[in-house]
């Protein structure tokens, strides 16, 4: 059996790579730990939240340091989920980045944030806001199911 600090650290490199624009099940991980009763739920909780955390600060890098709105346009080929994603961001502004935990466009707001140069106090306080209260949510429903 796998010891704690392991659990706690594949877990965290999942959500962190389901937080960048690789596919990964986070959710799903985090939900069978609980229902394994595998880890201390709290400890799980800081971990998928700060690697998922921690992914989208990748995203934020990515937009904004290394790849122009020109480039962009230029080089790459603009997928659905961000031309949806940056119809989203440009119609709810910042507060688009309290959603960035959604499937399909959550990950690409993180990456057009980067682009639209959103400082990086907001971005980070507001993404975690959102990708917390996600995790917290799921832990709060296997809590209160396993209490029942």
Do not use: C
Not at 95 to 115: C, E, H, K, R
């Amino acid at each position: 059996m796998l010891d704690d600090l392991t659990i706690y650290v594949t877990l965290f490199v999942n959500a962190f790579i389901a937080a960048t624009l690789f596919p990964a099940l986070s959710e799903l991980t985090f939900a069978a730990l609980l229902s394994g009763n595998i880890g201390h739920p709290l400890i799980l909780l800081i971990a998928v939240s700060t690697g998922n955390i921690l992914g989208s600060v990748v995203n934020w890098v990515l937009g904004r340091f290394i790849i122009s709105q020109n480039k962009l346009k230029q080089k790459y080929s603009i997928k659905p989920a961000y031309i949806r994603a940056k119809k989203f961001f440009s119609r709810f502004g910042l507060y688009s980045l309290l959603f960035a935990w959604l499937p399909i466009i959550g990950d690409p707001i993180t990456f057009i944030a980067g682009i639209f140069r959103v400082r990086f106090m907001p971005f980070i306080i507001l993404v975690s806001i959102g990708k917390i209260t996600r995790y917290a949510i799921i832990l709060f429903v296997f809590q209160t199911a396993i209490d029942t």
